[in-house]
């Protein structure tokens, strides 16, 4: 295990060691994850029942909804808190933490199917270090997927043996991985559905009552406790117009076929071989989103696995080997999503994921279909520890040879220098002592002192209608605020999330002209007390514009200048 920890250091580096004021890359989503686990651990110990009604996008109820709550990895990352005191350095050593805790579980995973240590060593690695994985290290709720891995395996033990003991197991990790992620927790879904038919195939007689009743007692039972968490998602989904991927949004972001020969720039050998594929693909998605080459070593070992199985597999191992392969199959044509692009060409070609999207729970919120794509690394993994079984058992019959223990030592260096990655590219963010002094000035306010900080996103006739999201100004401007607003929690208008509320686009058309008469009614319509106009992000003329205004109008009143932070309360 401490094997395990050193490789996760490794391949994250150097989030050990900057992490404190650091975050991968730029400042937006990493930031948000800093936000939404310091907001999680304030409210779970203090107000629990309040946990979703978060300080940003105020007046709107439900906020921490409109992206992932992380509810389990908030609290995996307490004691992380408590020593650190720091959210950024709290959120980037749970990145560290997640990515030892998938080697983990594939390799429980795969050394209870195979009995092989060293093949749950090369499952370990080749799940958790899969270069789409590596490619989402600034997505810290991507990053938490251990407990796929250890919720399948309680479902082949509960299959296997019928007690349960298993089956609650599986009920208790399904859960925790959908109070990490809701994508996981749909995924691990959609796997659970596999698992189950490719079972009625082979042993239909399997399926008792008492097999089926435990099952589904265990689903209900799960069901229930996710519900509660589940409830202001609902919540927000009626009321928000805006809450809901559309078709044409999935499409966006559904891969092309050719995507699983491009490996992210994050992977040391292929990054750079097939840098040429990766620039193609920014015109949909993003190079992030579609990025799936699952590595070279994990897919010949993979095949050999599978053909080693077929031709050798006894027992459990015929039905492994069939649900795994399926699983591949069943995920590569999910993770084209509802589209089908073939080295750029739209194919008119209906896709299953339209199905589901229409009529599963939960798939109209899931943007990216491509994220399918750590199913396919984790079949891959468990095919790839049956093949280095296979390899050692044949070599073992050389008695006293050391060929075995060469084999796997050669087989995991191969897999290292597959799978390693760069060192990160990293991007300094301001620790709390560094906040704008605005900041400090704000948390000693009395009560929630509702705040609305200016310019919001620029209000652009295209991207408006797109979305707000794709406004260039929107990420600079609003990350940071949410973050530094771990210092304050005070109430905001502002917020920065997977989701932008309907309130944010009306205060950005009546913004648009600030200063003005329609920006002042509008902010104190949704009860803003305070305004916070940064100067730096303003042109001088205008900024002068809202110097002139508060000189000439009594419902706008300068109350603090910081720097060239200017603080307006509305009365």
Same mark, same amino acid.
């Given at each position: 295990?401490? =094997?395990?920890?050193?490789?996760?250091?490794?391949?994250?580096?150097?989030?050990?060691?900057?992490?404190?004021?650091?975050?991968?890359?730029?400042?937006?989503?990493?930031?948000? %994850?800093?936000?939404?686990?310091?907001?999680?651990?304030?409210?779970?110990?203090?107000?629990?029942?309040?946990?979703?009604?978060?300080?940003?996008?105020?007046?709107?109820?439900?906020?921490? &909804?409109?992206?992932?709550?992380?509810?389990?990895?908030?609290?995996?990352?307490?004691?992380?808190?408590? $020593?650190?005191?720091?959210?950024?350095?709290?959120?980037? *050593?749970?990145?560290?933490?997640?990515?030892?805790?998938?080697?983990?579980?594939?390799?429980?995973?795969?050394?209870?199917?195979?009995?092989?240590?060293?093949?749950?060593?090369?499952?370990?690695?080749?799940?958790?270090? &899969?270069?789409?994985?590596?490619?989402?290290?600034?997505?810290?709720?991507?990053?938490?997927?251990?407990?796929?891995?250890?919720?399948?395996?309680?479902?082949?033990?509960?299959?296997?043996?019928?007690?349960?003991?298993?089956?609650?197991?599986?009920?208790?990790?399904?859960?925790?991985?959908?109070?990490?992620?809701?994508?996981?927790?749909?995924? @691990? =879904?959609?796997?659970?559905?596999?698992?189950?038919?490719?079972?009625?195939?082979?042993?239909?007689?399997?399926?008792?009552?008492?097999?089926?009743?435990?099952?589904?007692?265990?689903?209900?039972?799960?069901?229930?406790?996710?519900?509660?968490?589940?409830?202001?998602?609902?919540?927000?989904?009626?009321?928000?117009?805006?809450?809901?991927?559309?078709?044409?949004?999935?499409?966006?972001?559904?891969?092309?076929?050719?995507? *699983?020969?491009?490996?992210?720039?994050?992977?040391?050998?292929?990054?750079?071989?097939?840098?040429?594929?990766?620039?193609?693909?920014?015109?949909?998605?993003?190079?992030?989103?579609?990025?799936?080459?699952?590595?070279?070593?994990?897919?010949?070992? =993979?095949?050999? #696995?599978?053909?080693? @199985?077929?031709?050798?597999?006894?027992?459990?191992?015929?039905?492994?080997?069939?649900?795994?392969?399926?699983?591949?199959?069943?995920?590569? $044509?999910?993770?084209?999503?509802?589209?089908?692009?073939?080295?750029?060409?739209?194919?008119?070609?209906?896709?299953?994921?339209?199905?589901?999207?229409?009529?599963?729970?939960?798939?109209?919120?899931?943007?990216?279909?491509?994220?399918? $794509?750590?199913?396919?690394?984790?079949?891959?993994?468990?095919?790839? #520890?049956?093949?280095?079984? #296979?390899?050692?058992?044949?070599?073992?019959?050389?008695?006293?040879?050391?060929?075995?223990?060469?084999?796997?030592?050669?087989?995991?260096?191969?897999?290292?220098?597959?799978?390693?990655?760069?060192?990160?590219?990293?991007?300094?963010?301001?620790?709390?002592?560094?906040?704008?002094?605005? *900041?400090?000035?704000?948390?000693?306010?009395?009560?929630?002192?509702?705040?609305?900080?200016?310019?919001?996103?620029?209000?652009?006739?295209?991207?408006?209608?797109?979305?707000? %999201?794709?406004?260039?100004?929107? &990420?600079?401007?609003? &990350?940071?605020?949410?973050?530094?607003?771990?210092?304050?929690?005070?109430?905001?208008?502002?917020?920065?999330?997977? *989701?932008?509320?309907?309130?944010?686009?009306?205060?950005?058309?009546?913004?648009?002209?600030?200063?003005?008469?329609?920006?002042?009614?509008?902010?104190?319509?949704?009860?803003?007390?305070?305004?916070?106009?940064?100067?730096?992000?303003?042109?001088?003329?205008?900024?002068?514009?809202?110097?002139?205004?508060?000189?000439?109008?009594?419902?706008?009143?300068?109350?603090?200048?910081? #720097?060239?932070?200017?603080?307006?309360?509305?009365?």
């Amino acid at each position: 295990m401490l =094997g395990f920890l050193v490789l996760a250091i490794v391949f994250t580096r150097p989030l050990l060691t900057e992490g404190n004021d650091h975050t991968y890359k730029d400042p937006y989503d990493p930031t948000l %994850q800093a936000w939404t686990l310091a907001w999680d651990t304030r409210a779970l110990t203090s107000e629990p029942f309040d946990l979703f009604n978060a300080n940003i996008f105020f007046p709107n109820p439900y906020t921490l &909804a409109y992206s992932d709550a992380q509810v389990v990895t908030a609290v995996l990352s307490m004691p992380i808190r408590a $020593v650190t005191g720091n959210p950024l350095q709290t959120s980037n *050593y749970m990145v560290i933490f997640n990515f030892f805790l998938c080697e983990v579980g594939a390799y429980f995973l795969v050394l209870h199917l195979t009995g092989s240590r060293a093949a749950g060593v090369v499952a370990g690695i080749a799940y958790a270090f &899969a270069p789409p994985r590596l490619a989402h290290m600034g997505h810290l709720q991507i990053t938490a997927a251990a407990f796929i891995p250890l919720a399948l395996l309680f479902l082949h033990r509960f299959s296997e043996e019928g007690k349960p003991r298993d089956a609650a197991l599986f009920g208790l990790f399904a859960v925790l991985q959908t109070l990490s992620t809701w994508y996981y927790g749909l995924i @691990l =879904g959609f796997a659970v559905i596999v698992f189950l038919i490719v079972r009625l195939v082979m042993r239909p007689k399997a399926f008792t009552l008492k097999w089926v009743g435990t099952f589904l007692l265990v689903l209900v039972v799960s069901g229930a406790v996710v519900a509660p968490f589940a409830r202001p998602y609902l919540k927000v989904h009626e009321t928000e117009p805006r809450f809901e991927r559309k078709v044409s949004e999935v499409d966006l972001f559904s891969p092309d076929i050719r995507d *699983y020969a491009i490996a992210p720039q994050e992977n040391l050998i292929w990054g750079s071989v097939t840098s040429g594929l990766r620039e193609e693909t920014d015109s949909r998605g993003g190079q992030t989103e579609r990025s799936l080459f699952t590595g070279l070593v994990p897919l010949l070992l =993979g095949i050999a #696995g599978a053909v080693y @199985l077929f031709a050798r597999g006894r027992g459990a191992a015929r039905f492994d080997v069939r649900f795994y392969v399926t699983l591949v199959a069943a995920s590569f $044509v999910m993770s084209l999503g509802t589209s089908l692009y073939l080295f750029g060409h739209r194919l008119n070609i209906w896709m299953p994921y339209e199905f589901f999207y229409r009529f599963f729970p939960g798939f109209k919120a899931m943007r990216v279909p491509g994220r399918f $794509v750590i199913l396919i690394g984790l079949s891959l993994a468990v095919l790839s #520890g049956f093949a280095v079984k #296979g390899i050692v058992s044949y070599l073992s019959r050389y008695r006293g040879s050391f060929l075995p223990a060469l084999a796997c030592i050669v087989i995991v260096a191969l897999l290292l220098a597959d799978l390693m990655s760069v060192n990160l590219p990293m991007f300094r963010v301001p620790t709390d002592d560094e906040f704008p002094s605005v *900041y400090t000035w704000l948390k000693e306010q009395p009560g929630e002192a509702p705040t609305a900080e200016l310019p919001l996103a620029d209000y652009d006739r295209d991207t408006f209608t797109a979305g707000l %999201q794709y406004e260039p100004t929107w &990420a600079p401007r609003e &990350a940071l605020r949410t973050y530094y607003s771990t210092l304050h929690w005070k109430k905001l208008f502002n917020g920065y999330s997977g *989701y932008i509320p309907d309130s944010y686009y009306r205060g950005v058309r009546a913004a648009r002209d600030f200063p003005s008469q329609e920006a002042v009614d509008f902010f104190r319509g949704e009860g803003v007390e305070y305004l916070i106009v940064h100067g730096k992000e303003l042109e001088s003329a205008r900024l002068t514009s809202v110097l002139a205004w508060d000189e000439a109008h009594d419902d706008m009143r300068q109350v603090g200048r910081f #720097g060239t932070d200017y603080v307006f309360s509305i009365r």
